[in-house]
């Protein structure tokens, strides 16, 4: 349990989350998350997301001053809602109550990451990596195991009863389920490293085939046994660097009870790809994914890869929802495909705030953005990500956030 020498920091900082939670704004942006997300062209949201928190510290705002390992977390996450709030809120959401994600267990697949790594910050948490080939044979493949998902409902308790004591009175504590953020592709890169990937693509399709057709079924039995375990979560803020509210989940035809894959949002990704053809992407990646996909209620489909030649084949499938649009994507051609059919996850470029933040340049490349979503009816959202520095200079982050408000004042 968190000691009580520390619940009058934490219970001090969780009034000021709450004041945010119930300044009305924050049901404006909730609503216009949803109506984005039901295709209705509105005002776009602006999300700033995966940070480089390690070197935006200023006035200590961030710095933890709890000791025990679960009160430095829930400090953690307090102080970094108020950080956000006060710098570059953006259009944020601060949530009427303190989340804890439900407890599982994850027997795995047999095998562990094997690397080296490289870095230039010891603090950062992005690195290069070197991945060791493991599964470069069907033999091997065919070792892998099915995971055992195992829900922990003691430890759930547990962490409601030490979140609460702290919080009795000021935020009710939320019990939440958890996201599907299907990566097949990214996991086979760790277990194998790109370059060997695309070589057998050409070199031993057989292999590729086998490999990700197994992977799939891993996934497929991941997620019904999280189904079944109640560990589903249709009542998402954000789906990996996403706004995730939406009024068509759950389905129709949910009563109550556990949320069901057909209740809940889809994420898949295949960065992998961006060096590959499209027609390898529908090979080796969509045409597994597809199934898999279908079982969901909507699904979101992209991550730092250009999509626009992919999108025949993403059109294939039925609940597609959500594209992402990276910055090296053509976004002309991915607009003019989108239309009001899905909405357009557009990413501006991060390498903006690493540097000297070019004001001009980013008002331009928001406003082209702007102009293709509006000249083709697409419903959109900026969600900056992907920010592994800021150059140590947390202004930058600062001004793109005032920068693109600006910007999209300038529409509407």
């Not at 562990?112 to 493949?141: F, G, K, M, P, W």
């Not at 004591?165 to 990566?183: N, S």
């Amino acid at each position: 349990m968190i000691p009580v020498a520390e619940h009058a920091l934490l219970r001090d900082l969780a009034k000021r989350v709450a004041d945010l939670s119930a300044d009305p704004v924050n049901q404006d942006r909730v609503a216009r998350i949803r109506a984005t997300n039901g295709l209705k062209p509105v005002r776009p949201i602006i999300w700033i997301d995966e940070l480089p928190w390690h070197e935006l510290n200023i006035n200590d705002e961030l710095t933890l001053r709890c000791e025990s390992a679960s009160g430095r977390a829930m400090e953690e996450v307090f102080r970094r809602i108020l950080f956000r709030w006060a710098h570059f809120q953006v259009d944020m959401v601060v949530e009427p109550a303190y989340s804890i994600n439900k407890a599982f267990d994850n027997s795995g697949i047999g095998i562990e990451i094997e690397q080296e790594t490289l870095s230039t910050d010891a603090a950062n948490r992005i690195v290069s990596h070197r991945y060791e080939d493991q599964l470069d044979t069907e033999e091997s493949v065919d070792a892998l195991l099915t995971p055992v998902i195992t829900a922990r409902p003691d430890l759930d308790e547990q962490h409601i009863a030490e979140a609460q004591e702290v919080l009795d009175g000021i935020l009710p504590v939320r019990l939440r389920g958890h996201q599907i953020d299907y990566q097949a592709w990214d996991d086979i890169a760790q277990f194998r490293g790109v370059e060997n990937c695309l070589i057998d693509m050409l070199d031993r399709p057989e292999l590729i085939h086998r490999t990700i057709a197994r992977f799939t079924e891993i996934g497929l039995a991941q997620y019904t046994q999280m189904e079944a375990q109640g560990l589903l979560e249709a009542d998402l803020a954000a789906l990996h660097s996403t706004p995730a509210y939406c009024d068509e989940l759950p389905a129709a035809d949910y009563t109550g009870g556990p949320f069901r894959m057909k209740d809940v949002w889809f994420r898949g990704r295949s960065q992998l790809f961006s060096s590959a053809s499209p027609d390898m992407r529908e090979e080796f990646d969509l045409q597994y994914m597809r199934p898999l996909m279908s079982r969901f209620a909507l699904s979101y489909y992209g991550c730092c890869d250009p999509l626009e030649d992919a999108m025949p084949f993403l059109k294939q499938a039925p609940n597609l929802r959500k594209v992402g649009c990276t910055p090296w994507a053509n976004a002309r051609s991915l607009a003019e495909q989108v239309g009001g059919n899905y909405v357009l996850a557009c990413k501006p470029n991060p390498a903006a705030v690493a540097l000297d933040l070019d004001e001009p340049a980013l008002e331009r490349e928001l406003s082209t953005l702007i102009e293709l979503c509006l000249e083709h009816g697409c419903p959109y959202e900026f969600v900056l990500k992907d920010i592994s520095t800021v150059g140590r200079r947390p202004d930058n982050l600062f001004r793109w956030a005032k920068v693109a408000t600006e910007v999209v004042d300038r529409y509407y």
